[in-house]
T-cell receptor
Framework: AQTVTQSQPEMSVQEAETVTLSCTYD???????LFWYKQPPSRQMILVIR??????QNATENRFSVNFQKAAKSFSLKISDSQLGDAAMYFC?????????????FGPGTRLSVLP | NAGVTQTPKFQVLKTGQSMTLQCAQD?????MSWYRQDPGMGLRLIHY???????DQGEVPNGYNVSRSTTEDFPLRLLSAAPSQTSVYFC?????????????FGPGTRLLVL
């Protein structure tokens, strides 16, 4: 079974600075999908970014970008120019390419604080 | 566009009581799922469904039942509530084909079992 690990339970960053959140996963599949979700205090789960494993190019969404290292099974999230609104729990998630089954697996999360 | 809706937002139960958490989506998604979120453990899958009439167990199914009579609705039933079921519950939906997108989440239901 796939597993997702986030080794940093908590992180902090100064406003306007850059922070990187780590995520590693374990899988025997060659094709899969990776996600970062943001959960602010409102508890709403918000998709931040998505990466297809077959794509070598790292995904980017405005200030958010990933460093996808397939061989190392690593999928880190970089937040540039951090803003107060970025403070939240961040979850890394893995999705199997299978169309049937328990195909989403989440990591335990990293709580990000943004200091003014 | 409502997306994924959940009711209630908050519920207090006594041990042994039963209740149903409601979930509905209006995006015609085939895949729906229920997660529970506990501190330090991320989201754990309770049950999921790949279409109307088809459900299966996830990682932590004990104490919960589901059914899927329509594409839109996927209720979660607690048969006899226990304090260990105190948690935040999320419903989510997505298309069958993983290439077409991601999972969309409801706002969550906070459940307290006394």
């Amino acid at each position: 079974a796939q597993t997702v690990t986030q080794s940093q339970p908590e992180m902090s960053v100064q406003e306007a600075e850059t922070v990187t959140l780590s995520c590693t996963y374990d899988t025997s599949e060659s094709d899969y999908y990776l996600f970062w979700y943001k959960q602010p205090p409102s508890r709403q789960m918000i998709l931040v970014i998505r990466q297809e494993a077959y794509k070598q190019q790292n995904a980017t969404e405005n200030r958010f970008s990933v460093n996808f290292q397939k061989a190392a099974k690593s999928f880190s999230l970089k937040i540039s120019d951090s803003q107060l609104g970025d403070a939240a729990m961040y979850f890394c998630a893995y999705r199997s390419p299978d169309n049937y089954g328990q195909n989403f697996v989440f990591g335990p999360g990293t709580r990000l604080s943004v200091l003014p | 566009n409502a997306g994924v809706t959940q009711t209630p937002k908050f519920q207090v139960l006594k041990t042994g009581q039963s209740m149903t958490l409601q979930c509905a989506q209006d995006m015609n998604h085939e895949y729906m799922s229920w997660y529970r979120q506990d501190p330090g453990m991320g989201l754990r899958l309770i049950h999921y469904s790949v279409g109307a009439g088809i459900t299966d167990q996830g990682e932590v199914p004990n104490g919960y039942n589901v059914s899927r009579s329509t594409t839109e609705d996927f209720p979660l039933r607690l048969l006899s509530a226990a304090p260990s079921q105190t948690s935040v519950y999320f419903c989510a939906s997505s298309y069958w084909d993983p290439r077409t997108g991601t999972q969309y989440f409801g706002p969550g239901t906070r459940l307290l079992v006394l």
